[in-house]
Each structure stands twice: as C-alpha cells, then as structure tokens.
Nanobody
Framework: QLQLVESGGGLVQPGGSLRLSCAVS????????IGWFRQAPGKEREGVSC????????DYAESVKGRFTISRDVHENAVYLQMSSLTPEDTAVYFCAADVRPFPGLCTVDDDQGRYDRWGPGTQVTVSS
C-alpha cells in the first residue's frame, strides 16, 4: 500500500530550525517525484519544494529559497525538509505528496497539485515566541 507519513513538526521560536521527515512505504522514493506543501489557516495550500525522481533536481518557492532544503535518503526511503531561519509566516500544516505515475521526471513548485496522487496527513509547524 502506497503511504506517506510526515513527522518532525512542532513549536519553534522565530529564527529556529526544524527538520521534517516524510516516511514513504509501498514504493521507492527514487522512482517518483516527491513534493512538500503547506497550508496556513485561511489560506490555500501552496507548494514549498519538490525533488525530481532522479533526485538531481529540486525546486523551491521564492519565500523559502535559501532557508529550506529538500533531500532524500533512498536507504531510509524518506524525504526530508530542513527548515531554518523560520518566521511566523512559515506557520502551517506541512504535507508531503508523491506523483506515483511511471517516469514522472522533473517538478516545479508551480506544478498543478493534481499531479500528486498520494498525500500524507500532514504535520503542524508553529513558529512563535
């Protein structure tokens, strides 16, 4: 069964860091595109970052460039989002999702979210003093 589960969220002070994990089961992360998304209260869900099926290409939303880093560990079958210099504007529920079509190729954070057909339940990140 294809499944993604996020973890690592929590409460952090402004300027702090968190590392989110997306544990994947039922398929290998090196075959598919994996994306990170977030949804703040009262706002639409937005793309934060994604990593291509090859693992060689990544993309980031302008608002997180230079602060967030996406990575994956094929051995652990997981994808990570390292977040630093967090601000209250980063407060949201963070989701990981996978495009599990054959040969999904590249990705951008502006891709139609409909390309992702497996979603995790999300993890809350709250940035507050």
């Amino acid at each position: 069964q294809l499944q993604l589960v996020e973890s690592g969220g929590g409460l952090v002070q402004p300027g702090g860091s968190l590392r989110l994990s997306c544990a994947v089961s039922g398929f290998s992360v090196d075959f598919f595109v994996i994306g990170w998304f977030r949804q703040a209260p009262g706002k639409e869900r937005e793309g934060v970052s994604c990593i291509s099926s090859s693992g060689l290409r990544t993309d980031y939303a302008e608002s997180v460039k230079g602060r967030f880093t996406i990575s994956r560990d094929v051995h652990e079958n997981a994808v990570y989002l390292q977040m630093s210099s967090l601000t209250p504007e980063d407060t949201a529920v963070y989701f990981c999702a996978a495009d599990v079509r054959p040969f999904p190729g590249l990705c951008t954070v502006d891709d139609d979210q409909g390309r992702y057909d497996r979603w995790g339940p999300g993890t809350q990140v709250t940035v507050s003093s």
